[in-house]
């Protein structure tokens, strides 16, 4: 038994939600990043009780716990299904103004409060796949939110749906709508104990029919130079300055390979990502990506070489290589259970789709929580131009997610 003759909340939710501003800040040292992300959450539990998800809590650190009751007596593995609340912080999130444009036309959208901004189908191919969809965009001055508040939509209208229509078989099934996803500390502090699933799926993927089982492995890396500091005035042979080191060392990166600007697929790269100093010390912040985890150490020995080189151009520096780990591919943990993907895939297709697994230029709360032991693919939301003051979703897309869900969680119980 598949979705029918259901009236959506998805796409009313949404228009609420996005409204909310949920705008995490990776300068922050507090869990959540910001308070103002406990706004939507507090508004999430009262609505999960009210759909009738009884124990919808909201803990100290931002997460939003809830309970799907089995309808089934069958044992079957408890599923949690995942999104995050935060948007980027790469784009204003403060009084975004949701515009429902119905049946797409194909024809360019130009955003009100903000004409330069246009959203047409050459910068945006997907687009040409929805026509005919209602399409929801911002008003032209904020990004949507739609990264991820369509796929907390999607759950919150599923959570509803399957209360609503306790005849359809399925086992108990975990809601966890995380904080600070957007700024690398999104599963932080999830109590696994109390989440209490054996598997789990993010709704925080892009276009309908992709299902994501493969993501980059992370490091962070911090290179430092420590300089000597001298009276400019009087510094011949004394002063060691590390902005100049610093500056000399980035100039040694290459331009045309090994960087964001210049991959893509299955390449990984090495990205700075900020850089700050006095004469006395400058850091070198950096992100090194690869979906091969043994490969890190390969990027990060050369990166290492490059500042054993600009040393010795700088006699007197002193230098520092910090690494820490981000996360891992998914992909090692979810190769070990292929029924988790196989079961997605079942659910597409149920639901009128191809799968198409993908890898993901990046990473999700599923990496994190894949190695905490919840193996946890991605799956699709419609959210497409993230980030951005572009960024919009298809309704279409939002709803059929739903009734993928659905599918999904029959799947899992028809297996047990």
């Excluded at 003759?5 to 796409?11: E, G």
């Excluded at 907390?152 to 399957?162: F, K, N, W």
């Excluded at 100039?251 to 790269?269: A, D, N, Q, V, Y």
């Amino acid at each position: 038994m598949g979705i029918s003759n259901y009236k959506h909340t998805a796409a009313e939710r949404f228009m609420r939600y996005v409204q909310v501003d949920t705008q995490s800040d990776p300068a922050s040292p507090t869990q959540p990043s910001t308070m103002k992300q406990k706004d939507l959450s507090r508004m999430l539990v009262k609505e999960l009780q009210l759909i009738g998800v009884a124990d919808a809590e909201l803990d100290e650190h931002g997460y939003v716990y809830g309970t799907i009751p089995a309808t089934t007596e069958k044992q079957v593995p408890v599923l949690c299904y995942c999104s995050h609340v935060d948007t980027a912080p790469d784009c204003s999130g403060a009084g975004v103004k949701p515009i429902l444009h119905e049946k797409f036309d194909g024809s360019d959208i130009v955003l009100p409060d903000d004409p330069t901004v246009v959203i047409s189908t050459h910068n945006h191919p997907y687009l040409k796949e929805r026509i005919g969809d209602n399409i929801i965009t911002a008003s032209g001055t904020t990004l949507l939110g739609a990264d991820d508040k369509a796929g907390v939509a999607i759950i919150m209208d599923l959570a509803q749906y399957l209360i609503e229509h306790p005849e359809i078989p399925h086992g108990k099934i975990r809601i966890l709508f995380t904080p600070d996803e957007e700024v690398g500390r999104g599963v932080n502090k999830v109590d696994m104990q109390k989440l209490g699933a054996n598997f789990g799926y993010t709704l925080d993927g892009g276009e309908r029919g992709h299902l994501e089982g493969e993501t980059f492995s992370a490091d962070g890396v911090t290179v430092t130079f420590n300089g000597v500091s001298a009276h400019p005035g009087y510094a011949k042979n004394k002063m060691v300055s590390a902005i100049k080191a610093a500056s000399a060392f980035v100039s040694k990166l290459p331009r045309h390979e090994w960087c964001p600007e210049t991959t893509e697929g299955m390449e990984g790269f090495v990205h700075p990502v900020s850089i700050e100093g006095t004469i006395e010390k400058a850091t070198v912040q950096f992100i090194i990506r690869d979906f091969n985890s043994a490969m890190l150490a390969t990027h990060e020995e050369r990166l290492r070489a490059l500042v054993t080189e600009t040393a010795k151009e700088f006699p007197g520096i002193g230098t520092e290589f910090v690494i820490k780990e981000q996360y891992r591919n998914m992909k090692e943990v979810l190769d070990t259970v292929p029924f988790v993907m196989d079961n997605a895939e079942e659910a597409y297709k149920r639901a009128g789709m191809k799968a198409v697994r993908m890898s993901v230029r990046g990473g999700t709360d599923g990496s994190r929580l894949s190695f905490m032991g919840l193996p946890c693919p991605n799956l699709f939301t419609g959210e497409m131009g993230i980030h951005s003051k572009q960024e919009y979703v298809s309704v279409q897309d939002m709803e059929k997610a739903v009734e993928m869900l659905v599918h999904l969680a029959q799947v899992w119980e028809e297996k047990a």
